[in-house]
């Protein structure tokens, strides 16, 4: 799902408005640790779908899918 086509406005204006309510919300510390956790689950979920397509059988017709 592309978010980009459900926004109001453009998205620098969304992330700007998502770092203003998580700033608001949050305090540094937990910043902190969101953006750590953001971090790990990112390398996670790209070690995972690398795993995927190599264990992926290739299709009969070689397109892989």
Do not use: C, F, W
Request: aromatic share 2%; hydrophobic share 35%.
């Amino acid at each position: 799902m592309e978010p980009g086509k459900h926004l109001a406005k453009s998205l620098d204006v969304t992330r700007n408005t998502v770092g203003e309510s998580l700033s608001a919300l949050y305090n540094p510390a937990q910043l902190d640790v969101l953006a750590r956790a953001s971090v790990i689950a990112g390398a996670t979920l790209k070690k995972d779908r690398a795993t995927t397509n190599e264990e992926r059988p290739e299709a009969p017709n070689g397109s892989g899918a």
